[in-house]
């Protein structure tokens, strides 16, 4: 349970706006690296397939601190642990602008991954709490992340014209500073009485939760490797494959962006449809695209590329809202923190694994259209954890009143 004597931003609670612009920081920061590493290893002596090497260790703390985050949560508060990420990653970034050589840079990263995991399990769980329209509201929520995906690569490709890799941090990390401020100043205090009333007094997790939650550790397992591979490598991939069409940095930066920013609203549509059709066979249809579509990315080049990577991006990403509005109806809120830290942990650190897979295919000779091959056949486990996940009655959810599900059965 949270305490209230971690003041002065003890119990307190925001808007969902600021939650969802930290989420967009959260996953903007994570991958500047991702199209400033060839710049950053010109500059080091390294090629882009040994440089990339480097950044694992921040995305395998993205994951792996996100337990000690939810416990810190826990022990302090949610909207301390809000605060202290913003300051984190921003002073991070701008300490990964003045690094010296490439283990500085590598640690930097680390850095900046220590404080990005403090989101997901606690900047989803104040969301979270409040029970009205989840699934709609992950969606958007899940837009704001991924349209963090989609800047980074387009801001970076600017920076990089005008300045290089250590600008690409430098200034971001400033922005985390500025938005710092005004995320604490507009901290209010939380009515947790009213939330009581508009939900179950219960700490029971639902029927066959341990059936669902075993669907939602499968699924998180291979969509966390499908999701970071590609955020990370499309656009590394639209540069060697859309040759083409141009040989600029910023406009291959700029088409990976409208790629995600354009995908990124499905998770609107699937939000959506989570709140009322069943997130089994939601889940099972989104898996079924991801297997077609980014199987067919791997098979394209320029437009014929561009076509299929946005329409994989949107079953990609449409995933996304999915888990977490199946784990708001499965577990309380006092577990909240801790399942969601697990869950991260398992798909961020999974999803760091994709960094030196491809380090490793690229240097044995392997193209990287192989690794969307490879993710291709990832999906299918998508698809078996949809079919794992159980059909669960209006009355067996613990995320509405009691009154209202009692309403949904009749």
Same mark, same amino acid.
């Given at each position: 349970?949270?305490?209230?004597?971690?003041?002065?931003?003890?119990?307190?609670?925001?808007?969902?706006?600021?939650?969802?612009?930290?989420h967009f920081l959260d996953h903007f920061i994570m991958l500047i690296f991702a199209k400033s590493a060839?710049?950053?290893?010109?500059?080091?002596?390294?090629?882009?397939?040994?440089?990339?090497?480097?950044?694992?260790?921040?995305?395998?703390?993205?994951?792996?601190?996100?337990?000690?985050?939810?416990?810190?949560?826990?022990?302090?508060? !949610?909207?301390?642990?809000?605060?202290?990420?913003?300051?984190?990653?921003?002073?991070?970034?701008?300490?990964?602008?003045?690094?010296?050589?490439?283990?500085?840079?590598?640690?930097?990263?680390?850095?900046?991954?220590?404080?990005?995991?403090?989101?997901?399990?606690?900047?989803?769980?104040?969301?979270?709490?409040?029970?009205?329209?989840?699934?709609?509201?992950?969606?958007?929520?899940?837009?704001?992340?991924?349209?963090?995906?989609?800047?980074?690569?387009?801001?970076?490709?600017?920076?990089?014209?005008?300045?290089?890799?250590?600008?690409?941090?430098?200034?971001?990390?400033?922005?985390?500073?500025?938005?710092?401020?005004?995320?604490?100043?507009?901290?209010?205090?939380?009515?947790?009485?009213?939330?009581?009333?508009?939900?179950?007094?219960?700490?029971?997790?639902?029927?066959?939760?341990?059936?669902?939650?075993?669907?939602?550790?499968?699924?998180?397992?291979?969509?966390?490797?499908?999701?970071?591979?590609?955020?990370?490598?499309?656009? !590394?991939?639209?540069?060697?494959?859309?040759?083409?069409?141009?040989?600029?940095?910023?406009?291959?930066?700029?088409?990976?962006?409208?790629?995600?920013?354009?995908?990124?609203?499905?998770?609107?549509?699937?939000?959506?449809?989570?709140?009322?059709?069943?997130?089994?066979?939601?889940?099972?249809?989104?898996?079924?695209?991801?297997v077609v579509f980014i199987f067919l990315a791997a098979t394209y080049t320029d437009l014929a590329l561009?076509?299929?990577?946005?329409?994989?991006?949107?079953?990609?990403?449409?995933?996304?809202?999915?888990?977490?509005?199946?784990?708001? !109806?499965?577990?309380?809120?006092?577990?909240?923190?801790?399942?969601? =830290?697990?869950?991260?942990?398992?798909?961020?650190?999974?999803?760091?694994?994709?960094?030196?897979?491809?380090?490793?295919?690229?240097?044995?000779?392997?193209?990287?259209?192989?690794?969307?091959?490879?993710? =291709?056949?990832?999906?299918?486990?998508?698809?078996? &954890?949809?079919?794992?996940?159980?059909?669960? &009655?209006?009355?067996?959810?613990?995320?509405?009143?009691?009154?209202?599900?009692?309403?949904?059965?009749?």
């Amino acid at each position: 349970m949270q305490k209230s004597y971690a003041l002065p931003f003890g119990n307190k609670t925001i808007p969902d706006i600021y939650l969802n612009i930290g989420h967009f920081l959260d996953h903007f920061i994570m991958l500047i690296f991702a199209k400033s590493a060839y710049d950053a290893g010109r500059e080091f002596g390294l090629d882009y397939d040994e440089i990339i090497a480097y950044g694992a260790f921040g995305f395998v703390l993205f994951g792996g601190m996100a337990p000690v985050a939810a416990q810190l949560a826990d022990k302090f508060s !949610r909207s301390l642990l809000m605060v202290l990420y913003h300051f984190g990653i921003g002073l991070a970034a701008i300490i990964a602008g003045y690094t010296q050589s490439v283990w500085q840079l590598a640690a930097s990263i680390a850095l900046i991954g220590v404080f990005a995991a403090i989101y997901h399990p606690v900047g989803i769980a104040m969301l979270i709490k409040n029970n009205h329209k989840i699934g709609f509201r992950l969606g958007v929520n899940g837009v704001f992340g991924n349209m963090g995906v989609a800047a980074a690569p387009l801001i970076t490709g600017i920076l990089l014209i005008y300045g290089d890799w250590r600008l690409c941090f430098a200034i971001p990390g400033m922005f985390c500073l500025a938005y710092g401020v005004v995320f604490a100043l507009a901290l209010k205090d939380g009515d947790d009485a009213v939330t009581l009333k508009k939900t179950r007094l219960s700490d029971a997790f639902a029927p066959h939760w341990r059936r669902a939650l075993t669907a939602l550790a499968l699924s998180t397992a291979s969509g966390g490797f499908i999701f970071g591979a590609m955020t990370f490598v499309v656009p !590394r991939y639209f540069e060697i494959s859309m040759t083409n069409l141009t040989n600029s940095v910023a406009v291959t930066g700029l088409l990976a962006a409208i790629v995600y920013a354009m995908a990124s609203f499905s998770q609107i549509g699937v939000g959506w449809l989570i709140d009322r059709f069943s997130p089994k066979t939601i889940l099972f249809s989104v898996a079924c695209g991801q297997v077609v579509f980014i199987f067919l990315a791997a098979t394209y080049t320029d437009l014929a590329l561009f076509a299929a990577m946005l329409v994989a991006m949107c079953f990609v990403f449409g995933q996304i809202p999915i888990t977490d509005t199946i784990l708001s !109806r499965y577990v309380p809120d006092v577990w909240r923190g801790k399942v969601l =830290s697990i869950k991260f942990l398992l798909n961020l650190s999974i999803g760091a694994s994709v960094l030196p897979i491809c380090g490793m295919l690229m240097q044995a000779g392997f193209a990287m259209a192989n690794l969307f091959n490879l993710m =291709s056949a990832v999906a299918i486990l998508v698809m078996l &954890a949809a079919i794992i996940l159980p059909h669960q &009655a209006p009355s067996e959810r613990i995320d509405m009143p009691a009154s209202k599900s009692s309403v949904l059965t009749k």
